[in-house]
């Protein structure tokens, strides 16, 4: 549905997440999202200098997202802390195949600004979520005497490789066709089993 009234800025948003997760990122413009906004093809320009403006604040809006399902997952595992965070990596695994072009926007250099200060902030919070779900843990049990940095480049490293190879499709091509959840969910308990 076009663009009538209300909040301009939203809707190109909207439509931006629209265009880029049916035609991917490399398709993506201020106009097409214009366009789909039944808006002037100038009018994105009032909110917007230009696409990698529009698009770091697609990867903003992605990546509170992004937090908000790690926190589901968080809060539906209930359970140890070490499930907390096999629970945390399911959830990563998910909203990335859910969601795989605001994914690759949120995790890439190459479209946004990073040092944008909305974007800076939304991704430090969803880092410390990471860390404070490491550090639970750790006060549980698990791998204590280990560095806590490196438990949460650790986990953080799981949970994107995974993903990423699976996106990629290298391991539909290593290893053969197979159920992600499942595999999600073993590589994440061997992880916490330490």
């Given at each position: 549905?076009?663009?009538?009234?209300?909040?301009?800025r939203?809707?190109?948003l909207?439509?931006?997440?629209e265009?880029?997760?049916?035609?991917?990122?490399?398709?993506?413009?201020?106009?097409?999202v214009?366009r789909r906004?039944?808006?002037?093809?100038?009018?994105?320009?009032?909110?917007?200098?230009?696409?990698t403006?529009?698009?770091?604040?697609?990867?903003?809006?992605?990546m509170?997202?992004?937090?908000?399902?790690?926190?589901?997952?968080?809060?539906e595992?209930g359970?140890?802390?070490?499930?907390?965070l096999?629970?945390?990596?399911?959830?990563?695994?998910r909203f990335?195949?859910?969601?795989?072009?605001?994914?690759?926007?949120?995790?890439?250099?190459?479209?946004?600004r990073?040092?944008?200060?909305?974007?800076?902030?939304?991704?430090?919070?969803?880092?410390?979520?990471?860390?404070?779900?490491?550090?639970?843990?750790?006060?549980e049990?698990?791998?204590?005497?280990?560095?806590a940095?490196?438990?949460?480049?650790?986990s953080?490293?799981?949970?994107?490789?995974?993903?990423?190879?699976?996106?990629?499709g290298?391991?539909?091509?290593g290893?053969?066709p197979?159920?992600l959840?499942?595999?999600?969910a073993?590589v994440?308990?061997?992880l916490?089993?330490v």
């Amino acid at each position: 549905m076009p663009y009538h009234h209300g909040n301009l800025r939203e809707a190109l948003l909207e439509k931006a997440t629209e265009a880029i997760e049916e035609d991917g990122i490399g398709a993506l413009s201020l106009r097409a999202v214009a366009r789909r906004a039944g808006v002037s093809h100038g009018a994105p320009a009032h909110h917007f200098s230009d696409k990698t403006d529009l698009l770091t604040a697609l990867a903003t809006r992605a990546m509170d997202r992004f937090r908000a399902a790690l926190a589901t997952g968080v809060r539906e595992a209930g359970g140890s802390e070490r499930e907390k965070l096999r629970a945390m990596g399911r959830a990563y695994v998910r909203f990335a195949t859910e969601h795989p072009a605001l994914f690759r926007i949120i995790t890439s250099s190459e479209f946004i600004r990073r040092d944008d200060p909305e974007f800076a902030a939304s991704y430090q919070s969803t880092f410390d979520m990471l860390k404070q779900a490491v550090s639970e843990a750790q006060r549980e049990g698990w791998a204590q005497g280990v560095d806590a940095m490196a438990l949460v480049i650790l986990s953080w490293s799981t949970a994107h490789g995974l993903t990423t190879l699976w996106l990629d499709g290298a391991l539909a091509d290593g290893v053969g066709p197979f159920d992600l959840e499942a595999v999600a969910a073993h590589v994440f308990e061997v992880l916490t089993a330490v």
